[in-house]
Each structure stands twice: as structure tokens, then as C-alpha cells.
T-cell receptor, first 114, second 116 residues
């Protein structure tokens, strides 16, 4: 079985400071991992994905994530938050076999203060 | 626009009525997924298709829910005898499944259902 846990339901950061969103996963197989962002009244947008290539993955808008198999983690970071980063972020796991169902975490709401 | 398209974007219905939503995936994508998202929660898997075959249904999908993908292209999700608890955002996603690889899912904007 696969599952994903986002360790923080809310994160508040000041503009210009680093952002860290934590995600742990559980999977019986080699997983593919994704981070999606959802702005209010907008659709889900892919930020980045890990599919068993490089463990440090760079995404859009300055975000990056590191896959750590020993810790079963896939934390998302950004060195300097921007006001436009305020949104809901979802960590997603999928199996790299023919199954391919996407399992979402509960989400982390990011608030950016001036 | 060649993304995933969902219609309608919003639907308000009275309890007990039937509703149907449509999803048009990205044209070459062979997998299509339906998810439901309630306020403050992550999307929950409902069902998915590979081409026209429905491969899995979640326990969340009661017998009032039915989904089809008749020609392996667009899909419909019907809810019969709607209940207030069905109020949610219904999301459709598609992906191209290839052997040995796993691509990301592309999501539509969703259909927001309100049952009054």
C-alpha cells in the first residue's frame, strides 16, 4: 500500500525567508513523487517530480525537493519566499509500475507575510 | 487550449436530483482519473480508466456514482439522488501511461458541486 503524510497543515513565512514543506511517504514499490500547488480558485499545477533519476529535483518558480530513500522523505524547499507563493501545496505519490494511481497528502497551506 | 477540460465549472442542484459532469482529457492520454476534493482536504481518488476500461473504483464511490469513458476519450461522472454530502470539487486528471515510466497527472480546473 502507498500513503503520503504532510507533516504541517499550515506554514507561515515572511517574504524573503526560506520555505520548507515536509512530506513523508510509504510505498512497497519504488515510488514516483510529485509536488503540486493549488492557488485559490485555480487548478492543480505541477511544481516538480521525482522519477528515480537525480535525487535533487528542481522545479518551477525556484522550488526544489530532495528524495531521501533512507528517510522516506521528499521535502520541498525554496530559498526565498515570494508573496505569490501563498497557496496550498500537495505531496503526491505514485507507483512506478503499471498501476500508477496518484495518492495525495492532506496538503500544506502556505501563508506569506510582508 | 490543449489541457484537461471539465464542464460545467459550477453546478448547483437540489438534493435528490441527478447531475452529470464531463471531462475531456489531453487527447493522447490513455489514463483518466476522477478525484473529489472537499474544503481543506487533499484530493481523494474515486476511479480511473485506462482507455475505455474502468480499472478501479474507490470505496468512496457509492452505487449512486457511475463513471464512463465510452470511447476511451472523454469521460462522464454521474451522481444520482444527490445528497448534501456530495458537495465538493470534482477533479479530472489524465496521464499517458508508458511502460517503465510514470508521468505526472494533468488536472482540469474541476467542477464545483453544491447540493442545496
Amino acid at each position: 500500500a502507498q500513503s503520503v503524510t504532510q507533516l504541517d497543515s499550515h506554514v507561515s513565512v515572511s517574504e524573503g525567508t526560506p520555505v520548507l514543506l515536509r512530506c513523508n511517504y510509504s510505498s512497497s514499490y519504488s515510488p514516483s513523487l510529485f509536488w503540486y500547488v493549488q492557488h485559490p480558485n485555480k487548478g492543480l499545477q505541477l511544481l516538480l517530480k521525482y522519477t528515480s533519476a537525480a535525487t535533487l529535483v528542481k522545479g518551477i518558480n525556484g522550488f526544489e525537493a530532495e528524495f531521501k530513500k533512507s528517510e522516506t522523505s521528499f521535502h520541498l524547499t525554496k530559498p526565498s519566499a515570494h508573496m505569490s507563493d501563498a497557496a496550498e501545496y500537495f505531496c503526491v505519490v505514485s507507483l512506478t509500475d503499471s498501476w500508477g494511481k496518484f495518492q495525495f497528502g492532506a496538503g500544506t497551506q502556505v501563508v506569506v507575510t510582508p | 487550449d490543449t489541457g484537461v477540460s471539465q464542464n460545467p465549472r459550477h453546478k448547483i442542484t437540489k438534493r435528490g436530483q441527478n447531475v452529470t459532469f464531463r471531462c475531456d482529457p489531453i487527447s493522447e492520454h490513455n489514463r483518466l482519473y476522477w478525484y473529489r476534493q472537499t474544503l481543506g482536504q487533499g484530493p481523494e481518488f474515486l476511479t480511473y480508466f485506462q482507455n475505455e476500461a474502468q480499472l478501479e473504483k474507490s470505496r468512496l464511490l457509492s452505487d449512486r456514482f457511475s463513471a464512463e469513458r465510452p470511447k476511451g476519450s472523454f469521460s462522464t461522472l454521474e451522481i444520482q439522488r444527490t445528497e448534501q454530502g456530495d458537495s465538493a470539487m470534482y477533479l479530472c486528471a489524465s496521464t499517458l501511461l508508458r511502460t517503465g515510466a510514470n508521468t505526472e497527472a494533468f488536472f482540469g480546473q474541476g467542477t464545483r458541486l453544491t447540493v442545496v
